[in-house]
């Protein structure tokens, strides 16, 4: 079983700052690319930032210049650093990792149960 669990979320005022991490853990053999999105209500998923397993990043257009993403593969754990938040930050926050658990498997999307981030005014 692998798992990715969210930490970090809940409510920050607009203008602030908030760091969520997300740790995988269970049975793998590697992580590739990993990644947050966020859903907010009545809207689809949408990527928020990824990061390959070489550091190499890519953003939403909206979050460029105030979010952070990065990774620290020794701890198998990634993080948003989410700066100048604003009410259109507010959704659900989700984890997500590319993770081959064997040689025999191809590698498998998993996704953490998710965290709330909200911004008030």
Not at 45 to 66: F, M, P, W
Not at 91 to 102: E, F
């Amino acid at each position: 079983q692998v798992h990715l669990v969210e930490s970090g979320g809940g409510l920050v005022q607009a203008g602030g700052s908030l760091r969520l991490s997300c740790a995988a853990s269970g049975r793998f053999l590697s992580i590739n690319a990993m990644g947050w999105y966020r859903q907010a209500p009545g809207k689809q998923r949408e990527l928020v930032a990824g990061i390959t397993s070489d550091g190499s990043t890519n953003y939403a257009d909206s979050v460029k210049g105030r979010f952070t993403i990065s990774r620290d593969n020794a701890k198998n754990t990634v993080f948003l650093q989410m700066n100048s938040v604003n009410s259109e930050d507010t959704a659900v926050y989700y984890c997500n990792g590319d993770i081959r658990r064997s040689v025999a498997l191809p590698p498998t999307q998993y996704w953490g149960q998710g965290t709330q981030v909200t911004v008030s005014a």
